[in-house]
């Protein structure tokens, strides 16, 4: 079993997410290497059959690479306490690749990277040891940048 990295999911049951969640599966399947079967946990707050139906689509398509592990609250407990629960089941791995179940990975064209792109960012874990953390994403613009963005968090310091 592969206790060095699990890749975490949190969605939920609204118009939509199924096919979100997809392409994001799609996407990032299709932009990384992997070297073993890795573990990936989704916990989808609230369910409905277009969800159900992307879970057994994905334990179909990817089974040969991935662990599925998918759990469902009846309820929308909310977005914290999704993630607290995903963590909880990640405890006992050292590093957690949390994928929103609404984004995608960018192809190695477009982002300029390879597909060892999450290799790569583990082994710089690895090999820095004041690292607690590293960040992906690319900015639509500036406005969406200021929105989610860390540059306005950061201290020159730091």
């Given amino acids: 079993m592969n206790t060095k990295f699990c890749v975490c999911t949190l969605t939920h049951d609204s118009h939509d997410r199924a096919n979100y ?3 994001t599966i799609t996407t990032f399947m299709n932009s990384t290497n992997f070297s073993e079967k890795i573990d990936w946990y989704i916990l989808s707050n609230g369910i409905n059959d277009e969800l159900l139906s ?10 040969n690479d991935v662990n599925w592990n998918i759990d469902i609250n009846e309820i929308n407990v909310g977005v914290g306490a999704g993630i607290n629960q995903l963590h909880t089941k990640a405890l006992h791995y050292e590093y957690i690749f949390f ?3 609404d984004w995608v990975s960018l192809p190695p064209h477009v982002s300029g990277h390879s597909n060892n792109w999450l290799h790569n ?3 710089l874990l690895d090999e820095n040891l004041s690292l607690d953390q590293i960040q992906f994403r690319r900015y639509l613009d500036d406005l969406d940048e ?9 201290r020159s310091d730091n």
């Fill in 99 to 101: 994928l929103e179940g």
């Fill in 21 to 23: 969640l997809k392409q």
């Fill in 54 to 63: 992307v879970f057994e689509w994905a334990k179909k398509t990817y089974s």
């Fill in 121 to 123: 960012s583990i082994k």
């Fill in 146 to 154: 200021r929105q989610y963005g860390y540059e306005y968090w950061i």
